[in-house]
């Protein structure tokens, strides 16, 4: 059985990787695109509520900022 862990540790690595490499390569293409207008965001919100595909879902919340981190500096709420 610890055979199988550790096999499947490493196949997680390698899911991890290409993940982190995706999400690098899609936040500096999401920084490369530019900003929108505001009727062309409404757009894009209107497809992203409607859209079924996880990878194009994930890009169009990329180009209207849904997948940004806060920052813990700036909190929320905090006086």
């Known amino acids: 059985m610890a055979d199988n862990k550790s096999e499947f540790e ?11 490499l995706l999400d690098a390569q ?19 919100k209107n497809w ?11 890009i169009i919340a990329q180009l209207v900022g ?3 981190i806060p920052n813990p500096e700036q909190g929320e709420g905090d006086e």
């Open 26 to 44: 899609l936040r500096m293409a999401g920084i490369n695109a530019g900003s929108f207008e505001e009727l062309e965001v409404d757009y894009l």
């Open 10 to 20: 490493s196949i997680d690595k390698h899911v991890f990787a290409i993940a982190a």
């Open 48 to 58: 992203l509520n409607k859209e079924k595909d996880p990878l194009l879902g994930t």
């Open 66 to 68: 849904l997948r940004e």
